[in-house]
C-alpha cells in the first residue's frame, strides 16, 4: 500500500473520531448528544490543519450551539468524503493510543496494521479486547 492508501470510515467510527476529539477540544460534550450533522460538522473542524486547537475549541462550542449554522453546514455539506488516507488514519490511531493511555508509536505498524487496529478500537470491543489487539500489533 502506499500513503495515498484510503480507508472508508463507517458513520459509527466517524462519530467515534469525533469522540476522541472532543476529548482535547471540548470534553463536556459527548459525541452520542450530536446529530449526524453535527458530528460531521465537528470531523470538518477538527480535521482543519489550518486551525489552532483553541480556534477547534471555538468552532465546536458554535456547532453545539447552533450559532453560525448555515456557515457549517455549508463546510460539511460539500462531499464529505469519509475516505482517510493512511497518514490521517495514523494520526487519529495516535491520538486514541495516547488517550488510552499506550506507549506505543503507529510509525511502526504497516498500513493493513494500521486499519485493523484502527477497526479494532471502532468496533465496540471492551477494555480488555481492545488491550489484548494493542499489544498483539505492538508485542510481536
Do not use: C, W
Not at 450551539?65 to 462531499?79: F, I, S, V
Not at 464529505?80 to 488517550?99: G, P, W, Y
Amino acid at each position: 500500500m502506499t500513503a495515498g492508501t484510503a480507508f472508508a470510515m463507517t458513520p459509527e467510527q466517524l462519530r467515534d473520531s469525533v469522540d476522541a476529539s472532543l476529548t482535547e477540544y471540548a470534553p463536556e460534550v459527548e459525541a452520542e448528544t450530536l446529530t449526524d450533522d453535527q458530528v460531521r460538522q465537528v470531523y470538518v473542524v477538527v480535521n482543519d490543519s489550518g486551525k489552532s486547537p483553541a480556534e477547534k475549541s471555538g468552532a465546536i462550542a458554535e456547532i453545539i450551539e447552533g450559532t453560525n449554522a448555515e456557515y457549517y453546514a455549508d463546510l460539511a455539506d460539500g462531499d464529505i468524503d469519509l475516505e482517510l488516507d493512511v497518514n490521517n488514519m495514523r494520526e487519529i490511531l495516535q491520538a486514541k493510543l495516547d488517550i488510552g493511555g499506550y506507549d506505543h508509536d503507529v510509525s511502526e505498524l504497516s498500513d493493513e496494521e494500521v486499519a485493523s487496529l484502527a477497526q479494532a478500537f471502532n468496533n465496540g470491543n471492551t477494555p480488555a479486547e481492545i488491550d489484548a489487539a494493542v499489544a498483539s500489533y505492538f508485542d510481536s
